[in-house]
């Protein structure tokens, strides 16, 4: 694939360059001219008003029926199922009900003694269950569990595997990827399989012009979108020439399913062939942290402070607030970066995506790594001394003024709530 | 002991914004800096090259000829050489292409004991191409590094590993690769001599094309890259949100909570 200029038809009017995020075009004279910096994301082609650019496609088309089902990571720690593979389990069912009636999701269990997860995973979605135990593999190693995973692809070719984006699914999926030379797309945010549904999302959610696109499409291929460029730029990825298609997945964006107690499904135990030789890292000790838990994923309400608190004790009025509201504390990266609360806290591109119910943003510009991670939240609520802020843009309910003053009246008429929205109904 | 050090010269997508009417992204005036995961596995192996003066470290990078200048600020910071891979064949590279672009330089560069890479860069923020020139070059891994201590033989080494609710400690051995994350150390700045000196006519930096490093053409590049860009947007802004207008902080408070209640979001 690649972008190419058709000289007859540019006029020359730059404006594909203002378009390129990559810095890909140049001049030459008259001429616009595609660099190595390109990446074939294809913002020029419809920013260029003259028709001028387009993608060239290579046809060669490669025999990829051999795979098949969908394949789910389902991520244990310590006989305990992650919360992202339930909500993968249920993306997976979703994507493999759209795929054929004859498309299976399947989870794929890696330990030792797990198989009491099993049930855990038709409850939640899965149609089969993969399981694959060895006592080399109680705790994840890079090593172990690459090569048992990579074995069993091998042996049962799925079309599609995903993984949650987690400090273990990130270094697993992409040692995975490189072993089978397939492709990887890293910290996906929305999955789609066939074309139809992909252009109803983008038409509710973005400024792309799908007029390109053909709801009748047959291709079912994985059309993997993920925030790119520090969240400035969407992009939608796919891998046509090799399978099988792999995604990691940001936990916390996708839903999983009402837990079905009566659900089973088929169990298929893998022969695992794992030698002490083949994992060359030792784990001396696995550590819980005492600090307090945060789970701001999970969360239903998140209170976060930024710099507009001034200094480190702001944080201590946004417990109260947290508290008093029954959320979390979040944090913009500038107050991580000063060292007034721990990463953990951290909400954005680098630190956690959020999409809790309702989202405070106190003393926060909106930088726009930190929009990226909160911005799918149902309602946002802004306060801020500047009205020009950022944050602004993407709020549902803005207050321009001083946190220190607002904050402490949410607080206090926070339960008079309802007696505040009946009065308002007189 | 000779370490490699991956690194990546990045826009600062801080200093990013987009165009509130065209929904393009401004570009102007953002500057590129060297990734900031890098700079910290820079750090750590500088640290070790401080205690023991026999070990050398190299900085090697993919990228266009203007990040030559990463580089020199790599040597101004204490690495003793730096190698630039530079070549329109190797452009538009995923990470699996890209992967193989830089196993192929690290192996071509000679032994080695070491290769230390910050865990992503904030640009693509994939964090996989570290694991993938690991598997290439079929070294064992640790990612997302916090602690690092490495015993006087120059070969056993010990490293905390960050989870998200916690962390493991680990044994590795050398050869091996290790992914950095901000916690592990502050990287250090340039020095005013370091500085004269990478800019100087005796700075270690090498610019390498494809054919220098001896890469099968046919697994770098866009056209080799298992992944495609299928379509690329700018996400869409929300409809407009209501300011709150009210007299005094405590009717804001009471006009919002109205408001979410009404919503039933409270």
Known sequence: MAIKVLKDLCRGCKMCI??????????????????????????????????????????????????????????????????????????????????????????VLVGNKIDHLAKECYEYGADKVYLLEDEKLENFTTDGYTKVIVDAINEYK??????????????????????????????????????????????????????????????????QTRPAFGGNLMATIICPKTRPQMSTVRPGVMSKRERNPQATGELVKVDVKVADSDIRTKIINIVKEAKERVSLTDAEIICSGGRGLGAPEGFELIKKFADKVDGVVGSSRACVDNGWIDHSHQVGQTGTTVKPRIYFACGISGAIQHLAGMQSSDIIVAINKDPDAPIFSVADYGIVGDLYKVIPQIIEEWDNAEALFEASQK | MRIIVCAKQVPDTSEVRIDPVKKTIIRDGVPSILNPDDANALEEALKIKDNNPDVTVSVVTMGPPQAKDMLIECLAMGADEGVLISDRAVGGSDTWATSNVLSATIAKMGPFDMIFAGRQAIDGD?????????????????????????????????????????????????????????????????????????????????????????????????????????????????????????????????????????????
């Open chain 1, 158 to 223: 799925p079309e599609i595997v995903i993984y949650g984006a987690t400090h273990i699914g990130r270094d697993l999926a992409p040692r995975v990827a490189a072993r089978l030379n397939t492709g990887l797309t890293a910290d996906c945010t929305k999955l789609d399989v066939k074309v139809s549904s992909y252009i109803d999302y983008c038409n509710k959610n973005t400024t792309l012009d799908t007029s390109s696109l053909d709801a009748n499409d047959p291709d079912t291929g994985l059309k």
């Open chain 1, 18 to 107: 203002k378009a390129c995020p990559f810095q890909a075009i140049d001049m030459d004279g008259k001429i616009a001219v595609i660099n190595e910096k390109c990446t074939a994301c294809g913002a020029c082609i419809s920013a260029c008003p003259f028709k001028a650019i387009e993608k060239t496609v290579d046809e060669d088309v490669v025999d990829l029926s051999a795979y098949k089902h969908i394949w789910v990571y389902a991520e244990q720690r310590h006989g305990e199922l992650m919360g992202v593979a339930r909500e993968l389990l249920g993306e997976g069912h979703r994507l493999s009900r759209e795929i054929s009636d004859d498309t299976q999701v399947c989870a």
């Open chain 2, 126 to 266: 994939t964090a996989q191409v570290g694991p993938q020139i690991a598997e290439k070059l079929d070294l064992p891994q640790v990612t997302y590094v916090t602690e690092f201590e490495i015993a006087k033989n120059l070969k056993d080494i010990k490293v905390k590993r960050q989870l998200e609710d916690g962390y493991e400690e680990i044994e590795i051995q050398t050869p091996c690769m290790l992914t950095a994350i901000k916690e592990l150390n502050s990287p250090r700045y340039m020095s005013i001599g370091g500085i004269v000196d990478a800019c100087g006519a005796d700075a270690d930096i090498k610019v390498w094309n494809a054919k220098d490093i001896e890469v099968d053409l046919t697994t770098v590049g866009l056209e080799a890259s298992p992944t495609n860009v299928y379509r690329s947007f700018t996400p869409a802004p929300k409809g407009k949100g209501m300011m709150i207008e009210a007299d005094g902080e405590k009717e804001q408070a009471k006009v919002l909570l109205t408001n979410l209640k009404a919503k039933h979001v409270i």
